[in-house]
């Protein structure tokens, strides 16, 4: 595998740097030019019968134009035709394609249909989405960027077909996959590249409505599974991450001092009565933190992590009230709480408290009156916050109103530093959940509960872990349930079930949905992987 | 696991170590700048300058709000003597159960309203009534809150007029009654026969200031934000309760009085007797301010053309909010004295005079170095020359006629400047601006006099009528007789002989009537079109030819002598030395910290590193990929060249294609599945921060892919 590997590398290497080399050979290319005129042709009937239809005053002219194009069109298209029909032809395509491999004919031959349907189907596709400004652009683009874009979707309907390829042929073409693949991605990257740099001031707007005009997005259907890149857990990725080689760590440093220089006006502006927010590309989290260790270590403050998927305001003024205040009790509601932390330190003026919050952005934190309630807090003269956001839509949450409450001086912090804290968090596409937490907090609530109470779980477990390749599964029904817990002697009533469930549901163990037919139906929220390994856990226990 | 990250999330060191740290803020005022000359008086004088500046608006604004409150207190009076006097017409009204309403239009610049409030509720409760309740809409999400901070502010208010009573108050709230209209005409009931039964006598000496049986006066501070089931609720049922305690309203209004319509139905709108209020508007404000804190020699501290530039656009373009001027006002003036260390002498002028003997040798430096100091030197004789550049005393006692030149220069500049205001205020279309603050923004940037509009102000004011002219001048004379400069009166007796030799003309403009009458007569009697077509291009002709009239004289006198005092009075504060002491002129830095743009700081991070990252490699042309720029530079720019949705394979193809570019040098590279892994991870980290800040989010629409959030540049 090693060795494919490198062998792959190689090949990308060489065709990377000749670029310009790989676009002439696809569009010197027999089978690929032809690709690209019926593409064309395709556009230029469509455009045509969207003229017919209009009936508009359009230029006589430009008519006849289009007219001799959709002529032009029509040989070539005749003349790919032909050389559809015969599959020699198409087999010298194959073999100039994959020098390395001569492909035997009727595996090619197989393959030619299947390309045949992905090249319709491409086509069909792109029939959709161009829209008629697109299409214009394209028809009067000099030849060498529409030879590229037309090689764009050729790449594209290229892939679909090794696609297909790859579930109908064995693991020969998939080897012979590769080089094509490495190549089309430089080749349609970086040509975009090109026309983004001439088009970039002219169609800001424009390309806005020409990506949201159609309904369908065309894009390569190529997945990660079948890139066997395996999912990274968030350990990994870490590991993996610190074995990269840092960058521009001179210039990093420069930058921080530069930030850390500002420290003690910081510290002047607070006390003046400004709340300081901080922006900028690059994770502000320890320029914070050297702040707070720098300057407040002898002064009460508060740290929120608001990138902390589960921070609430009221954790805040929790933290303040329980720990600052010293006020044990409970409130009916956070304004209750706001008005008794606004009076106590409207009272006591020698109440100082800073408050860094990391992220005031976060998803947690950027609801309205989680902001009012901050923003008040802020407008307390002896409450200093220093906060930091990152979301380009931030200051989208102050009105006139909350801004003049936070009185915010704006710094600019660009660090490049990596969202290390902030991203851990986040549910990322890539990375794999781990379930530690999930299974951690499985346990603790179960050994909290009574073993009829355990073994209620686990019947439900098993029962979820058999069907969880019933992808119509609905859940354990109440009764059903009933009976299989009376029947392994868990429970002797309806109701003592009833009071475990509640019990589960309170700690999310278990969901409950009614079905079409009105029956209960009981859920375990967590996924297989998690549950499984918890009731391996379990067994060991016993 | 929730306690577990509660102590992750929040934690507080030094709990109860209240170390009140001897720390003085004078501390961090110093440890900014490296040369921390004078820090602790330059905080001094930062601090006091400010408390008077405060302390002047805060002035400015009672002085702005006195009309609209004694309205308002009319208001209530009225509606309140009603009661006492003309029982029966009350009675009636009471009987329609009409609420009486005043309806306080203020504007749009909502971030000033607080204030309006809160000196409102001041003056009602010392004049009025104890009974004032403001409510938020923020507060008052449903009528049961609203009752409950409606009592809970009633119960705190009457505080100050019984001991006992507090106490009842007090089990009152203890006993945290149902918070209904019930009660609440108990407890007034209770309240008010208290204060008649028991200390008639002393109420009305302690109290004297407020009426018997004082209405209650409940604020909507913000009436657009309420919602109308709880406005419409609250005013249905207290007009229920109208006739058990006398209750007036008051809306705070941010758009138009159409709203009450709007927010209310006819049948509840109906309920109240609405009467309308209109506060100042905020640019008249914002003139009296400027006029007061900025055209002033009162205080020393001056802002330049740019600075004032940028205030007033955030006021115009984003806010119309006077207190943010302020807040910016003061943000200058701590930038000023933080980072230039001569503003030291930024005080009084006798005190500075003061100070300039105090200087040390490296401020005397420092003075030296200032550009403005550098330009005066060059213009001095070379004996003088090397004296100031080497010996301090000598420079000391320069610095002091300079800045006493500088004070006068200010003293003359305001006055001149009103005057010229005052005549282009009456020019048809203002070619030097409306406001003062216009044109004192022409002035202060460069030489007025050489700027296009200037001349064509001139050339207005030649044409100006004579009875606009006297009156100019009339106005004129009085700016600057009531100006304190005594270099002035020279200037006052000039135009008082223009006034006098204007009244003299009198008698000989009759003469010139004369004239222009015959010819109107003559006008009058061709009736044939021709003749009057030539008898009109005689006439004017004539008027052409016609030699300068004794007025348009004196006119050409006028002007010319007050384009001789702008151009002697009004040159640029830059040209002036020692500007650097008193004028605060770096707009960027508040621009950057008042206005900021987070949005375009992340776009040129992302799309050009090498504005922070000052390494050669990133240098690149627009619209490139550099091989080594950061991570998450990359996948932006790739991911800019993608349509709405993105693969995900794709992107990492394309990632790891051009971060391969650079670091593939060695393709012998024995760990290449390392080196693939390590890309992946690199590039998992840029995706989800790219999501971290905004530019895309996970998409179910096809696997593996995610949807682009932002077009176009940024």
């Given at each position: 595998m090693s060795q494919l590997e490198l062998k792959r590398n190689k090949a990308l290497e060489a065709r990377f740097v000749a670029d310009e080399d790989v676009l002439k050979h696809i569009s010197d290319n027999g089978g690929v030019k032809v690709r690209k005129d019926r593409a064309q042709l395709e556009l230029n009937i469509k455009r045509f019968v969207k003229k017919l239809e209009n009936i508009s005053d359009d230029d006589e002219a430009q008519e006849i134009l289009e007219e001799q194009n959709y002529v032009a069109v029509l040989g070539a298209c005749a003349e790919a035709s032909e050389l559809a029909q015969t599959p020699g032809k198409n087999v010298t395509f194959e073999s100039s394609q994959y020098p390395e491999k001569p492909a035997s004919t009727p595996k090619s031959s197989k393959k030619y249909s299947a390309s045949n349907k992905a090249e319709l189907k491409s086509k069909k596709n792109e029939f959709v989405s161009t829209t008629p400004y697109r299409l214009r652009k394209r028809l009067t683009a000099p030849s060498l960027r529409s030879?590229?874009?037309?090689?764009?979707?050729?790449?594209?309907?290229?892939?679909?077909?090794?696609?297909?390829?790859?579930?109908?042929?064995?693991?020969?073409?998939?080897?012979?996959?590769?080089?094509?693949?490495?190549?089309?991605?430089?080749?349609?990257?970086?040509?975009?590249?090109?026309?983004?740099?001439?088009?970039?001031?002219?169609?800001?707007?424009?390309?806005?409505?020409?990506?949201?005009?159609?309904?369908?997005?065309?894009?390569?259907?190529?997945?990660?599974?079948?890139?066997?890149?395996?999912?990274?857990?968030?350990?990994?990725?870490?590991?993996?991450?610190?074995?990269?080689?840092?960058?521009?760590?001179?210039?990093?440093?420069?930058?921080?001092?530069?930030?850390?220089?500002?420290?003690?006006?910081?510290m002047l502006q607070l006390h003046l009565g400004f709340s300081i927010v901080l922006y900028g590309l690059g994770s502000k989290r320890d320029l914070l933190e050297k702040f707070r260790t720098s300057l407040l270590q002898d002064s009460v403050h508060l740290v929120v992590n608001g990138f902390f998927p589960s921070i609430t305001v009221r954790s805040i003024l929790n933290s303040i009230t329980e720990e600052v205040l010293d006020h044990m009790g409970t409130f009916r509601s956070p304004l209750d709480q706001l008005d008794l932390i606004m009076k106590r330190f409207k009272e006591d003026s020698s109440l100082e408290l800073y408050l860094l919050i990391h992220n005031l952005d976060s998803k947690m934190l950027r609801g309205d009156k989680s902001q009012q309630i901050l923003a008040q807090l802020a407008s307390l003269p002896n409450i200093h916050l220093i906060a930091s956001i990152d979301h380009i839509n931030a200051p989208l949450m102050w009105d006139q109103a909350k801004q003049s409450l936070y009185n915010w001086l704006w710094y600019e912090t660009t660090t490049f530093s990596p969202y290390l804290e902030e991203t851990s968090y986040e549910n990322s596409l890539l990375v794999q959940q781990s379930g530690s937490l999930a299974l951690s907090s499985l346990t603790h609530v179960l050994h909290s509960l009574t073993p009829n109470a355990r073994g209620i779980f686990r019947l439900l477990a098993r029962y979820h872990l058999e069907n969880k390749d019933n992808p119509s599964y609905p859940g354990l029904s109440f009764q059903d349930f009933y009976q299989r817990c009376r029947e392994a002697f868990l429970v002797n009533s309806e109701l003592t079930l009833r009071a475990q469930l509640t019990e589960f549901r309170d700690h999310k163990l278990i969901r409950t949905k009614r079905g079409t037919d009105g029956v209960e139906y009981l859920l375990i929220p967590v996924d297989n992987g998690t549950l499984t390994d918890f009731l391996e856990k379990e067994d060991e226990d016993i | 696991t929730a306690v577990r990250f509660v102590n992750k999330k929040c934690y507080i060191r030094a709990r109860f170590v209240y170390i009140y740290l001897s720390f003085c803020l004078t501390d961090y005022f110093s440890q900014g700048k490296n040369d921390s000359e004078d820090s602790g008086l330059r905080f001094a004088t930062c601090q006091l300058l400010w408390k008077q500046i405060n302390s002047e608006t805060e002035k400015i604004q009672e002085?702005?709000?006195?009309?609209?409150?004694?309205?308002?207190?009319?208001?209530?009076?009225?509606?309140?003597?009603?009661?006492?006097?003309?029982?029966?017409?009350?009675?009636?009204?009471?009987?329609?159960?009409?609420?009486?309403?005043?309806?306080?239009?203020?504007?749009?610049?909502?971030?000033?309203?607080?204030?309006?409030?809160?000196?409102?509720?001041?003056?009602?409760?010392?004049?009025?009534?104890?009974?004032?309740?403001?409510?938020?809409?923020?507060?008052?999400?449903?009528?049961?809150?609203?009752?409950?901070?409606?009592?809970?502010?009633?119960?705190?208010?009457?505080?100050?007029?019984?001991?006992?009573?507090?106490?009842?108050?007090?089990?009152?709230?203890?006993?945290?009654?149902?918070?209904?209209?019930?009660?609440?005409?108990?407890?007034?009931?209770?309240?008010?026969?208290?204060?008649?039964?028991?200390?008639?006598?002393?109420?009305?000496?302690?109290?004297?200031?407020?009426?018997?049986?004082?209405?209650?006066?409940?604020?909507?501070?913000?009436?657009?934000?309420?919602?109308?089931?709880?406005?419409?609720?609250?005013?249905?049922?207290?007009?229920?309760?109208?006739?058990?305690?006398?209750?007036?309203?008051?809306?705070?209004?941010?758009?138009?009085?159409?709203?009450?319509?709007?927010?209310?139905?006819?049948?509840?709108?109906?309920?109240?007797?609405?009467?309308?209020?209109?506060?100042?508007?905020?640019?008249?404000?914002?003139?009296?301010?400027?006029?007061?804190?900025?055209?002033?020699?009162?205080?020393?501290?001056?802002?330049?053309?740019?600075?004032?530039?940028?205030?007033?656009?955030?006021?115009?373009?984003?806010?119309?909010?006077?207190?943010?001027?302020?807040?910016?006002?003061?943000?200058?003036?701590?930038?000023?004295?933080?980072?230039?260390?001569?503003?030291?002498?930024?005080?009084?002028?006798?005190?500075?005079?003061?100070?300039?003997?105090?200087?040390?040798?490296?401020?005397?430096?420092?003075?030296?170095?200032?550009?403005?100091?550098?330009?005066?030197?060059?213009?001095?004789?070379?004996?003088?020359?090397?004296?100031?550049?080497?010996?301090?005393?000598?420079?000391?006692?320069?610095?002091?006629?300079?800045?006493?030149?500088?004070?006068?220069?200010?003293?003359?500049?305001?006055?001149?400047?009103?005057?010229?205001?005052?005549?282009?205020?009456?020019?048809?279309?203002?070619?030097?601006?409306?406001?003062?603050?216009?044109?004192?923004?022409?002035?202060?940037?460069?030489?007025?006099?050489?700027?296009?509009?200037?001349?064509?102000?001139?050339?207005?004011?030649?044409?100006?009528?004579?009875?606009?002219?006297?009156?100019?001048?009339?106005?004129?004379?009085?700016?600057?007789?009531?100006?304190?400069?005594?270099?002035?009166?020279?200037?006052?007796?000039?135009?008082?002989?223009?006034?006098?030799?204007?009244?003299?003309?009198?008698?000989?403009?009759?003469?010139?009537?004369?004239?222009?009458?015959?010819?109107?007569?003559?006008?009058?009697?061709t009736t044939d079109l021709y003749h009057l077509q030539k008898t009109l291009l005689a006439l004017k002709e004539s008027k052409r030819s016609k030699k300068l009239t004794k007025f348009e004289m004196l006119r050409f006198e006028v002007v010319d002598f007050i384009d001789s005092l702008v151009r002697s009075y009004l040159a640029p504060a830059e040209m002036q030395t020692l500007n650097e002491v008193v004028y605060f002129n770096t707009a960027n830095t508040l621009r950057e910290h008042l206005n900021a743009a987070p949005r375009i700081a992340l776009h040129t991070a992302l799309n050009n590193p090498y504005c922070y990252l000052k390494n050669q490699t990133l240098k690149s042309d627009v619209g490139c990929i550099s091989n080594t720029a950061p991570d998450i530079c990359i996948v932006y720019k790739l991911h800019l060249e993608c349509g709405r949705l993105i693969n995900l394979v794709d992107w990492l193809e394309a990632f790891s294609t051009v971060v391969t570019a650079v670091e593939g040098t060695d393709p012998d590279a024995v760990a290449t599945d390392q080196v693939d892994e390590i890309i992946h991870a690199r590039f998992i980290r840029a995706v989800s921060e790219l999501e971290l800040l905004g530019f895309i989010k996970p998409s179910k629409q096809k696997t593996d892919h995610v949807a682009r959030l932002t077009w176009g540049g940024c």
């Open positions: 030879d590229s874009e037309s090689d764009y979707s050729a790449s594209c309907s290229e892939e679909e077909e090794e696609d297909k390829d790859h579930k109908e042929t064995s693991d020969v073409i998939l080897d012979q996959k590769t080089p094509s693949k490495t190549r089309a991605a430089p080749a349609s990257k970086k040509t975009p590249a090109k026309k983004l740099k001439e088009e970039m001031t002219s169609n800001l707007v424009e390309e806005y409505f020409e990506a949201h005009s159609s309904s369908k997005v065309r894009t390569s259907d190529r997945t990660l599974q079948k890139l066997q890149k395996r999912k990274l857990d968030q350990q990994t990725l870490l590991v993996l991450l610190n074995k990269a080689p840092p960058a521009f760590t001179a210039e990093l440093k420069e930058l921080n001092q530069q930030h850390e220089s500002l420290f003690s006006k910081w | 002085e702005l709000n006195k009309q609209l409150f004694d309205n308002l207190i009319h208001f209530l009076r009225q509606s309140h003597s009603e009661l006492q006097t003309k029982k029966t017409e009350w009675m009636c009204r009471m009987k329609s159960s009409e609420i009486p309403t005043a309806a306080l239009v203020l504007g749009v610049n909502v971030t000033d309203h607080d204030m309006t409030f809160k000196s409102l509720s001041e003056v009602l409760q010392d004049n009025v009534t104890p009974y004032v309740v403001s409510l938020q809409a923020k507060e008052c999400p449903g009528i049961k809150h609203l009752l409950q901070k409606l009592m809970g502010q009633l119960m705190d208010c009457n505080v100050d007029v019984d001991s006992s009573e507090e106490e009842e108050c007090v089990n009152i709230s203890q006993k945290k009654i149902r918070c209904s209209m019930a009660s609440l005409s108990k407890w007034y009931e209770s309240v008010t026969k208290k204060t008649d039964s028991e200390t008639p006598s002393k109420k009305r000496t302690s109290s004297s200031r407020h009426w018997q049986s004082p209405p209650i006066v409940v604020i909507f501070k913000d009436m657009e934000s309420f919602t109308t089931k709880v406005l419409q609720d609250f005013i249905v049922i207290s007009s229920q309760h109208i006739r058990e305690f006398p209750l007036v309203l008051i809306f705070g209004i941010a758009t138009s009085p159409m709203i009450i319509h709007r927010l209310l139905p006819h049948s509840v709108s109906s309920l109240l007797c609405i009467e309308l209020f209109q506060s100042l508007s905020c640019k008249e404000h914002l003139a009296t301010v400027i006029d007061k804190l900025l055209l002033t020699t009162q205080f020393p501290f001056k802002l330049s053309e740019k600075v004032l530039q940028v205030l007033i656009n955030i006021f115009l373009y984003h806010d119309f909010s006077v207190q943010n001027f302020i807040k910016g006002f003061q943000l200058s003036i701590v930038e000023h004295f933080y980072s230039q260390p001569l503003s030291v002498l930024c005080c009084q002028l006798l005190e500075a005079k003061k100070r300039v003997n105090s200087l040390s040798h490296n401020q005397c430096e420092n003075i030296r170095s200032l550009p403005s100091f550098r330009r005066y030197v060059e213009s001095q004789v070379s004996e003088k020359q090397i004296a100031l550049l080497t010996e301090d005393s000598f420079l000391k006692e320069v610095t002091q006629t300079l800045l006493e030149d500088l004070h006068i220069y200010h003293e003359n500049y305001f006055t001149v400047l009103r005057c010229l205001h005052v005549f282009t205020t009456s020019l048809p279309k203002y070619p030097l601006g409306k406001q003062i603050r216009e044109l004192h923004c022409a002035c202060l940037g460069k030489s007025v006099w050489e700027t296009e509009e200037y001349e064509s102000a001139i050339q207005l004011l030649r044409m100006l009528a004579k009875d606009e002219l006297v009156a100019i001048l009339q106005k004129c004379a009085e700016i600057f007789i009531s100006s304190s400069g005594k270099q002035f009166s020279n200037t006052v007796e000039k135009l008082e002989e223009f006034l006098a030799r204007f009244q003299n003309l009198e008698a000989e403009t009759s003469e010139v009537q004369d004239v222009s009458v015959s010819s109107q007569k003559e006008l009058q009697k």
